[in-house]
């Protein structure tokens, strides 16, 4: 099956720092990637839709120049939380879809990167 | 807008007993209903899906029906096993594509 990667799967920064969240579809190639952030015993929240070659969608209410995501290739997406501060810790999941999937059950999920802003 | 439900968690059982999740959802028209299943260290992984009313979708011996008249999902299972031991996510998915979680249910089997 398709696999999807996310590197590092957890980081720990000191506040003010920047982190960059890697998401790679190892098997296939991705032309929209989804991020999400998940609060303890929340579910999880679409931050943006990235498709590749073109600049992220974001959900209302998602700072788009503190969330900045990148989508250069079709098995690469990066996250990058730009000064970021403890209330930015949270895990984050990455999602890829394949081209012309159908909505739902074409996304292949990330195993999460656990991020802790000291 | 949309949202979904999900029984309160975690969930802990032994081998063999039977299992129910309720879920239930809100939305204005006619979603695709999930379950998506994570296992500890992983990502999540589709376990199940009914796109209409009345749908049941199956897998791994797992069971879920769509029912439009109590906006419905429960996923069951007759007899869970130690490896079911896992978060389960209810989840919904209409018009513009985006799937919308409910807060996820820890499950844990025990031998």
């Known amino acids: 099956g398709a696999v999807v990667s996310q590197h590092p799967s957890r980081v720990i920064c000191k506040s003010g720092t920047s982190v960059k969240i890697e998401c790679r579809s190892l098997d296939f190639q991705a032309t929209t990637m989804f991020w999400y952030r998940q609060f303890p015993k929340q579910s999880l929240m679409l931050m943006a839709t990235s498709n590749e070659g073109s600049k992220a969608t974001y959900e209302q209410g998602v700072e788009k120049d503190k969330f900045l995501i990148n989508h250069a290739s079709l098995t690469l997406s990066t996250l990058t939380v730009t000064s970021a501060h403890p209330e930015d810790s949270s895990f984050y999941i990455c999602s890829a879809g394949l081209a012309g999937g159908i909505p739902g059950d074409e996304q292949f999920f990330g195993p999460g990167t656990r991020l802790t802003v000291l | 807008g949309d949202s979904v439900t999900q029984m309160e968690g975690p969930v802990t059982l032994s081998e063999e007993a039977c299992l129910t999740i309720n879920c239930t959802y809100t939305a204005t028209g006619y979603p695709s209903l999930f379950w998506y299943v994570q296992y500890p260290g992983e990502g999540l992984q589709l376990l199940l899906k009914?796109?209409?009313?009345?749908d049941k979708g199956s897998n791994k011996g797992f069971e879920a029906t769509y029912r439009k008249e109590t906006t419905s999902f429960h996923l069951e299972k007759g007899s869970v096993q130690v490896s079911d031991s896992a978060v389960y996510f209810c989840?919904?998915?209409?018009?513009?594509?985006?799937?919308?979680f409910g807060q996820g249910t820890r499950l844990t089997i025990n031998p």
């Open positions: 989840a919904l998915i209409q018009g513009a594509q985006k799937l919308v």
């Open positions: 009914a796109t209409k009313a009345d």
